[in-house]
């Protein structure tokens, strides 16, 4: 009996295959644990909310982070997605000598609609088994916050769901207050 395995390519991989073409370089892709997954095309509110979301942390930073949107983050060697946000760590040279890693990572943020089921299945294990301190994902969907806290090898021990009236912050930062109604209003 022939069992059936699968191939998993690592980001040096990903990176040869970019540049040799068999990526297109306008091709919407990010690699989750060795697969190159196709990513969906943005619409307008996904857009405002990766924009809203930019300019709230902007504002609230004051040198105390990086905000970081639709960039990759190196989680190991066979994952490299492109999150919406990150609140990263200053770094000296603004990460032109390498991308992020997971311990460089204060928040993550997803923006979710079609890729909900994805976000939470396939990425949040990854962010989890990495380390990456906290995830917020904003369920389109629902119109909810969902903020996992806790990284472990299967994904976060801690998840909390806000609805519009509630109030968000990064853990690491208490004071960088988000209104949930105010983040998703129309």
């Not at 091709?27 to 857009?47: C, K, N, Q, T, Y």
């Not at 000296?92 to 976000?119: G, K, M, N, W």
């Not at 806000?162 to 207050?177: N, R, Y």
Request: charged share 25%; no cysteine.
């Amino acid at each position: 009996m022939l069992l059936q395995t699968e191939h998993r390519f690592s980001v040096k991989d990903y990176y040869r295959m970019a540049e040799t073409g068999v990526l297109r370089p306008d091709a919407r892709v990010e690699l989750i644990d060795g697969r190159i997954i196709d990513m969906s095309p943005i619409g307008p509110f996904h857009g405002g909310l990766v924009k809203r979301l930019s300019r709230i942390f902007n504002l609230k930073a004051k040198g105390r982070w990086i905000v970081s949107t639709q960039d990759p983050v190196r989680l190991d060697d066979h994952s490299e997605p492109e999150p919406d946000v990150m609140l990263l760590k200053p770094a000296p040279d603004d990460y032109t000598s390498r991308h992020p890693q997971p311990a460089d990572v204060f928040l993550l943020i997803e923006v979710s609609d079609s890729t909900l089921e994805a976000d939470q299945e396939n990425k949040l294990p990854a962010y989890g088994r990495t380390d990456v301190p906290e995830v917020w994902i904003v369920n389109l969907n629902e119109l909810t916050v969902e903020i996992y806290r806790e990284p472990h090898f299967t994904g976060y021990r801690s998840k909390t769901v806000l609805h519009p009236g509630d109030q968000a912050a990064p853990l690491a930062f208490p004071d960088a207050v988000v209104n949930v109604g105010e983040l998703l209003k129309r």
